[in-house]
C-alpha cells in the first residue's frame, strides 16, 4: 500500500492526467445519452348539446303524411322517445385525431401563441392498431392529445394551445356551414394535461467510465514507478567512476 501511495505521489502529473481525462471521458458519455423527453396527456370528451350520455331517451319528431280530401295530403308531426344517439359521437372521437394532428390546426396554433418545440399525437381512448396495420376504433367517445417536448413547459404548452385551436376551429366551421347550435358536436376537455418524464441521461455510466480512466493512469503510473528505479540503477553503475588501488609510500 505504501509503494503503491509513493508511486502515485511520485508520478503525479501522471495521476492528474489521468484525473482530466476521465473527467473528460465521463462528460462525452454523458452527452451522448439520449435527453429526457417530457409528455403532457390531456383528454377530451367528445359531447353535445342534448346531452346523451345523461339521458336514457329522448324526443323524436316524427312527420306523417295523411290526405286530406281531394286536396292531397297534409304533414303532421309526432314526437316519440327513442334511446339517445350515442354512436355519432364515438364515430366522431374515432376522426377528430386525425383533424387534431393537422396543418391547418397547427396553423392556427401557431397563429395565436406562436411556433412551441415538439410533437402533438392524438388517439380515440382504447383504439389500436394491430401488427398487421388492421385499424380497432374506440368504442369510446374520449380523446387522448399527448405533446411531447425536451422541456416540460413546452410540453404542457403544446397540448394546452393545440386543444384551444382545435375547439376554435370547430366553432368556425360550424357558423361557415351554418349547423344550428342544437345540432353541433362539441368537446369538453376532462382534465388538464398531466406531465410525465421519460428516459434522459443517468450519471451512472459516466461515472464508471470516469473512474475506470482514473484507476488505468494510476496503474500506469505504478509501472512507472517500478520501472525507474531499475533505469536509475544501470545508469549509475554505467556513469560511476571505477575504483582505483591505493597507492603505497615507500619508507
Not at 50 to 66: D, I, M, S, V, W
Not at 145 to 166: G, P
Amino acid at each position: 500500500m505504501n509503494t503503491t501511495a509513493g508511486a502515485l505521489a511520485r508520478f503525479w502529473w501522471i495521476v492528474l492526467f489521468g484525473l482530466v481525462a476521465g473527467g473528460a471521458a465521463a462528460v462525452a458519455i454523458y452527452s451522448l445519452e439520449a435527453p429526457a423527453k417530457h409528455t403532457a396527456t390531456a383528454r377530451l370528451m367528445v359531447n353535445s348539446p342534448a346531452a346523451p350520455y345523461l339521458r336514457t331517451q329522448q324526443p323524436l319528431l316524427k312527420a306523417q303524411a295523411t290526405r286530406v280530401g281531394a286536396v292531397g295530403k297534409a304533414q303532421l308531426q309526432s314526437i316519440t322517445q327513442q334511446a339517445p344517439d350515442t354512436q355519432t359521437l364515438v364515430n366522431a372521437a374515432n376522426l377528430y385525431p386525425l383533424l387534431i394532428e393537422s396543418d391547418r390546426i397547427a396553423q392556427l396554433r401557431e397563429a395565436e401563441t406562436g411556433p412551441i418545440q415538439g410533437t402533438i399525437k392524438a388517439a380515440a381512448l382504447n383504439a389500436s392498431t394491430n401488427t398487421y396495420g388492421v385499424f380497432r376504433p374506440s368504442v369510446l367517445p374520449v380523446i387522448e392529445v399527448k405533446a411531447t417536448s425536451k422541456h416540460s413547459a413546452d410540453a404542457e404548452e403544446l397540448a394546452t394551445e393545440t386543444i384551444a385551436a382545435f375547439s376554435r376551429w370547430m366553432v368556425l366551421e360550424q357558423r361557415t356551414h351554418g349547423i344550428p347550435v342544437a345540432q353541433r358536436i362539441a368537446v369538453q376537455q376532462l382534465k388538464r394535461p398531466a406531465l410525465a418524464t421519460t428516459g434522459g441521461p443517468s450519471y451512472g455510466l459516466p461515472l464508471f467510465v470516469g473512474v475506470l480512466v482514473l484507476l488505468g493512469f494510476c496503474g500506469l503510473a505504478v509501472v512507472a514507478d517500478h520501472a525507474w528505479p531499475a533505469t536509475a540503477e544501470a545508469r549509475t553503475r554505467e556513469t560511476a567512476p571505477g575504483t582505483a588501488a591505493s597507492p603505497h609510500l615507500d619508507g
